[in-house]
Nanobody
Framework: QVQLVESGGGLVQAGGSLRLSCAASGRTISTLTVGWFRQAPGKEREFVAAISWSGGSTYYADSVKGRFTISRDNAKNTVYLQMNSLKPEDTAVYYC?????????????????WGQGTQVTVSS
């Protein structure tokens, strides 16, 4: 079993930056694809970014491409989401999730483990 804990959320002004962390425990996530999702109030959860187990492949939602960067440190069992040029529409609860399947999937239904989420609020 994998436990995922997100951190690094907070309140930031538009144009600012935050770095989210997803720390895993229980087992190594070095063989798992890890993704970030977000859910804004009144909206459905949406895919943000994902990274393959090796870090060699990444995929981003169009809405964050060029502003967000996903990375991982398997030695620390942690995945990061660097968020730059934040916009008010990025406001949401951000979740990390891990999947056992090979490849990168943007649907949350393929992910087996989920964190509790961290709030990101971007003020205008």
């Amino acid at each position: 079993q994998v436990q995922l804990v997100e951190s690094g959320g907070g309140l930031v002004q538009a144009g600012g930056s935050l770095r989210l962390s997803c720390a895993a425990s229980g087992r190594t996530i070095s063989t798992l694809t890890v993704g970030w999702f977000r859910q804004a109030p009144g909206k459905e959860r949406e895919f943000v970014a994902a990274i393959s187990w090796s870090g060699g492949s990444t995929y981003y939602a169009d809405s964050v491409k060029g502003r967000f960067t996903i990375s991982r440190d398997n030695a620390k069992n942690t995945v990061y989401l660097q968020m730059n040029s934040l916009k008010p529409e990025d406001t949401a609860v951000y979740y990390c999730a891990a999947q056992r399947l090979a490849g990168i999937f943007i649907s949350g239904t393929y992910y087996d483990y989920w964190g509790q989420g961290t709030q990101v609020t971007v003020s205008s």
